[in-house]
């Protein structure tokens, strides 16, 4: 996988792997912590979550702006790691209030600026060299795969540590169960018989004193995430030993010298001003979200966040020289669209959680199940590896692919014959399927596009960036099928004579197979690999020299920007049918492909 790479690849691979373990996990259950802990609504769990995810990235241009003044892109790096590690600390802690757990992902946030777009910038840097420059798009599809590596086992380990817990206190999961629980206490339940006999169910006994059960299994659902949180605490110190042990094969790049051009343009001085300016705005953003819970639901907040793009934008134009503005203008055109494809595509961690929680049917048969276990997933996974080996040329390789097959597919049918008729499943599981199709479609999709550049007929980075759009409309598309007809969730909620709104739960005629939620998960991971890393690809490969940490930077912001939006679909969650609000994505990803190949060949100028 890494023969003709620098050995430095190996580093970053490893170390964002470890890191992005923990930052999955937090994507995982984040949104459900937040509701089962603090008994949230979807509208408000959504703005800390867009919030969070928004801080995410657009710390990371404070992190590229000292990254790129300073050019100790590993040191701050380092940094990184650290201060994410005291961000899940904070987070591991049980009964934190609110605002302890907003600080906690502050700290996770910051750090994470100043580690993600540092790293992608080194990576950029390994292939500056002439001898690796042609591998460069493919370098980034395999140290995005190293990011999802780490991803898919997260879902897993993060479920699996909860039930446990909930276990020890005498209880069995129910991803519905916590807001019936508020709800119950909130005395706003509208039919307590069906909570009694949830109850009842995960109890495995008669619950007399719903009053108490609901107090506990809060208490033993939120601490499980709790739990969790610590162990994306100890994957950081993975990713913490690799990186220290193993620095050096990264580049370590030397300040660029002064020449009459850039002092011309006062380029020390901007980057300072922007540097302090765009410092405030965070600082300022971030002060008044964790001092006042309302702002998040103050239009003004959102506006400070697409100011603060503007201004990227501004003084981008200011600083730059008549020689680099063209590639300049090239990045900014793309940082638009990526605003609206992350704005639909995160959604997997907010919307699309709630309808795998609230919408998929809690328990499946016993070989749907083999995807939702670790054990029988993994055995699978490697009973299709063997399979495609038996397609080598070389005769040796199919030996080992058919052993490989018949051990791990009978293994896979044990598990099948062993599990029961109808099995549980957890709603975090569904976020391991985006990265278990990343794993084992990069490869694929890589020789794909080698094997049309051998037919110089591989699409540039700007059309995979344009037909990645489109890919994502289909993937919302099935989403936007499989809701016809459901119950929205505005139809569940109503407010009785005294004025009391009355919370009533999804019945199980409107819950569907996971087979719809896990086929646009699909369809929406192929249009990530046709974006993400090429957007990533396009970044470093167009970014002049003196802003490469900077548009690494820039490209975060759009990223954050779009993540700041994703609150459209937690707001309009319990307003619109179902149907309407996956529409809203279909439109925006339509448009974004329009807006894309409407400036394609701009774009592919800028390349050369």
Request: hydrophobic content about 50%; some cysteine.
């Amino acid at each position: 996988m890494f023969k003709g790479h620098p050995k430095g690849l190996f580093v970053a691979f490893f170390s964002n792997m470890g890191e992005r373990f923990g930052f999955y996990t937090m994507m995982a259950i984040l949104v459900l912590f937040l509701q089962a802990k603090y008994g949230l609504s979807e509208e408000d769990a959504g703005n800390y979550y867009s919030w969070f995810y928004f801080g995410i990235y657009a710390l990371a241009l404070v992190g590229g702006i000292l990254a790129d003044a300073t050019r100790k892109y590993k040191t701050v790096i380092l940094a990184g790691i650290i201060v994410m590690f005291s961000g899940y600390v904070i987070m591991a802690l049980p009964g934190n209030p609110l605002a302890l757990t907003l600080a906690g992902l502050f700290t996770i946030a910051f750090g994470n600026g100043l580690f993600k777009g540092n790293l992608q910038a080194v990576v950029g840097q390994l292939y500056d060299d002439p001898r690796y420059s042609k591998v460069r798009d493919s370098a980034f599809m395999i140290f995005y795969m190293g990011i999802n590596i780490g991803a898919f086992f997260a879902p897993f380990v993060a479920t699996g540590v909860r039930n446990w817990f909930l276990k020890t206190q005498g209880f069995l999961h129910d991803g519905s169960l916590p807001a019936l629980c508020h709800a119950y206490q909130n005395q706003t339940l509208e039919h307590v018989e069906k909570f009694q006999e949830l109850a009842d169910k995960v109890s495995g006994t008669h619950v007399t004193d719903l009053g108490l059960f609901a107090q506990q299994y809060i208490d033993a659902f939120a601490r499980g995430y709790n739990y969790a949180f610590g162990v994306a605490a100890g994957a950081m110190i993975l990713s913490l030993l690799v990186y220290i042990i193993f620095n050096k094969l990264l580049p370590s790049v030397e300040k660029i010298k002064k020449t009459a051009t850039t002092e011309k343009t006062g380029t020390n001085a901007n980057l300072v001003t922007f540097l302090l300016g765009g410092g405030l705005m965070i600082a300022t953003s971030f002060i008044s979200f964790f001092l006042l819970r309302d702002v998040v639901k103050d239009p003004a907040a959102l506006g400070g966040a697409i100011g603060l793009f503007i201004g990227f934008v501004a003084i981008m134009f200011q600083i730059s020289t008549k020689e680099e503005r063209p590639r300049v203008t090239s990045l900014i055109m793309v940082f638009i669209v990526v605003i609206f494809f992350w704005m639909s595509f995160h959604q997997n961690g907010l919307t699309l959680t709630f309808f795998a929680r609230d919408y998929t049917v809690k328990e499946v048969g016993a070989f749907t199940n083999i995807f939702f276990n670790l054990e029988s997933i993994l055995t699978f996974i490697a009973a299709i590896a063997g399979l495609v080996m038996l397609f080598n040329k070389k005769n040796s390789m199919k030996l080992v692919g058919a052993a490989t097959f018949l051990v791990f597919g009978g293994i896979t049918y044990y598990f099948i014959t062993t599990y029961k008729s109808s099995n549980p499943i957890a709603p975090e599981i569904f976020q391991s399927f985006n990265p278990l199709f990343i794993v084992s479609l990069t490869f694929p999709i890589m020789g794909i596009f080698a094997w049309l550049n051998k037919k110089n007929m591989e699409p540039s980075a700007p059309k995979k960036i344009g037909i990645g759009m489109i890919i994502a409309a289909i993937g919302f598309t099935i989403i936007l099928i499989a809701s016809l007809g459901l119950i929205s969730p505005y139809e569940l909620q109503y407010l009785d004579s005294s004025g009391a709104t009355r919370y009533n739960p999804v019945p199980d005629s409107s819950r569907v197979v996971p087979y719809w939620l896990m086929s646009g998960y699909l369809v929406l991971t192929i249009a990530e690999l046709f974006l993400s890393p090429m957007g990533l690809s396009f970044v470093s490969k167009v970014a002049p020299p003196r802003f490469q940490g900077l548009m690494q930077g820039g490209w975060l912001l759009a990223t954050a920007v779009g993540n700041k939006f994703l609150f459209v679909g937690s707001k309009f969650w319990a307003k619109l049918p179902l149907w309407e609000l996956w529409a809203i994505f279909i439109v925006c990803c339509v448009l974004s492909a329009i807006f894309i190949f409407s400036i394609m060949k701009r774009l592919e100028a800028a390349t050369k």
